[in-house]
């Protein structure tokens, strides 16, 4: 092949690899759900955190703080989640009936291992008779968020996950809070903090609003 034709032939390479990879770092695994229901409930959750946090649009300095009241137990559960993310997780806990769904009963969840992930609330007797659900870290939304992703520290932490569903969600805030900005201010990571870390501890609190 002559040398300019190999050259040209490198550029299109290059360039059609880098498309490949803005690509993925780009995707928006909520929007990609037909119903809709996920990006409805991830932009409530968005709206949440601004109008609480009012930090405008430093959405980096949102999300930290958030996640830093989160691993260090401060949250204040009774300020922050609007009315609609409260009807959100009721919603998502009733669509908790199949291995495809977000959450899935902890008797369905594949992993022989799988236990209830641990929470700062402490449920009371009515609420523990209810069945165990637990985010469903092998379903499709969880992957397509962690294989669109670039972030090494990010697929660790679903791998870990992946195998051990038993970790407290302050943990998991702490992990993720230690991550660089740009990886942070990417839509899987913040899709993640969502549902895994927010309308999780929702869906615990829920009957606590009436």
Known sequence: MPHKMRLMANIVLVGLLFTITCNAQQYDCAIADKSGFIKKAFDSFEKDLFDHYKF????????????AEVASLSLDL???PSDNSIQLARTFKKKANDKNSIWVKLSDYESRDATKKTSTYTPSPEEKDEEVLIFNYRGGFIQCLKNTSNSDDFKKIIYTLENDGNV??????QKVYYMVDKEINTSQVKEFIAFDIYYSILMVIEKAFG
């Open 78 to 80: 009774r300020k922050l």
């Open 56 to 67: 405008d649009s430093d959405s980096v300095k949102t999300y930290r703080t958030f996640l």
């Open 168 to 173: 407290s969600t302050s943990l998991i805030a």
